[in-house]
């Protein structure tokens, strides 16, 4: 019971996160010049316009999770290079910014006071699940938003590396995925835990979460 009102509590969070996200991506192509995901009804806050199911229960159970992609067209950008780095940031960038007022909203909400430890919950888990997708999406694995700026900055030569990684992405994410629950979660909590500690210590103070 109280496993299932804690998913509850962090619901909004991962929503809040997810949305966040997705729209960024969005909203930075439609300013770089592409209007793909604007004209597919994707430049909004409704969450239900951008929830992957599968990715949404991952999320719950085990931490990790996916939105569904906001499509985009690099061949509308004004500047195709630049507007694939910054469409890819757009959305861990607002990740990380949105885990710093919703820090500083933790820090008001005393743990002392048990009748405001719900509220406390929710605004934790904004913070937690908004810097682990931010430090998750960043691993230079396709299709995460870290290999869209990986290979457009190495050089043309290395292009055929990015080709073979977006043919085999699902089984080596998939691979990553079977060798996390092996080790207990130290394959990707051992990338995302030290960040997401420092950070959501920097920003929230002590956090009952992580």
Known sequence: MERLVNLLLFLPGILLALTIHEYSHGYVAWRMGDPTAKFAGRLTFNPIRHIDIFGLFAFLLIGIGWAKPVPINPNNFYDIKKGVIYT?????????????????????????????????????????????????????????????????????????????MNRYWLFIIGGLLVLNLVTGGLILWGWIGPFVRFFGTLFAGRITLI
Do not use: K
């Open 88 to 164: 890819s940031l757009a959305g861990p960038a607002s990740n990380f910014l949105t885990a710093i007022p919703f820090g500083l909203a933790v820090r008001l909400v005393p743990v002392s006071l048990g009748f405001l430890m719900p509220l406390r919950i929710m605004l934790e888990a904004v913070v937690v699940f908004s810097l682990v997708l931010c430090v998750f999406n960043l691993i230079p694995i396709p299709p995460l938003d870290g290999s869209h700026v990986l290979f457009r900055l190495l050089p043309p030569r290395y292009a055929y590396i990015e080709h073979w």
